[in-house]
């Protein structure tokens, strides 16, 4: 059973420019987590999907940051005009049960994303 | 979810027991204690959780006292692979995991 897959590994892109992650969950798994890790610093959540569906985004910032879980495919993580502090690894995780359940969260290896 | 105090690094000597202890001295009835840990920047590894009872999987045991206030995290036998930064996180089931500071192992041979 493969783990949680994302891609790219690394993306460099230039300030101004958009950057997509993508989330591919464990097999039958239906609930997404982004998280975020700036340099030197712990992981902050950012946004939960179930598919088709945004659960909770409180931890997304308001401008330029989107997320889908579509029907078919994988999570994608957009953000729009990059800029230097959005410099950061991001990980996805997926679990077989959401709200309401005992269940651990699976991890993907993370994006390293680097804004030039 | 409550908040959880751990210390900022320990020690262990290959092979010995490490015990990681952990503070949730808010946690309340129905949240979880949950355990992951960071390998240098690996994506977070799931260890193991609870609610109440003592666990034990292939990797690891959970103390968690009768009060639920604390717990510890037991490696019984480390190796210089377990080195890395272990988090303890109190979590309402299903929602999403708060990350502190977490406790940085340095297994030593």
């Known amino acids: 059973n493969a783990g949680v897959m994302q891609n790219p590994r690394h993306l460099v892109r230039r300030r101004g420019q958009e950057a997509r992650l993508r989330c591919s969950p464990m097999?039958?798994?239906?609930?997404v987590y982004w998280y975020r890790q700036l340099p030197e610093e712990g992981l902050k959540f950012m946004v939960y999907l179930q598919k088709e569906n945004i659960i909770d985004e409180s931890g997304m910032p308001k401008e330029r940051f989107s997320a889908e879980f579509p029907k078919e495919g994988p999570s994608i993580l957009r953000i729009q005009q990059v800029v230097r502090g959005d410099s950061a690894a991001y990980f996805c995780a997926s679990s077989p049960f959401g709200q309401g359940s005992s269940n651990e969260q699976f991890f993907g290896p993370g994006t390293r994303l680097t804004v030039l | 979810d409550a908040k959880t105090t751990q210390p900022t690094s320990m020690d262990c000597a290959e092979g010995r027991a490490a015990n990681l202890p952990c503070n949730h001295s808010t946690i309340s009835g129905n949240e979880y204690v949950y355990w992951y840990r960071q390998i240098h920047s690996q994506g977070p590894q799931y260890i193991i959780h609870g609610l109440k009872n003592n666990e034990t999987n292939e990797m690891a045991s959970l103390i968690i006292t009768e009060d639920r206030k604390s717990s510890t995290l037991i490696l019984p036998h480390a190796t210089l692979r377990d080195t890395a930064v272990y988090y303890c996180i109190v979590n309402n089931a299903g929602n999403m995991l708060t990350f502190g500071g977490g406790t940085r192992l340095m297994v030593k041979p």
């Open positions: 097999k039958g798994h239906s609930h």
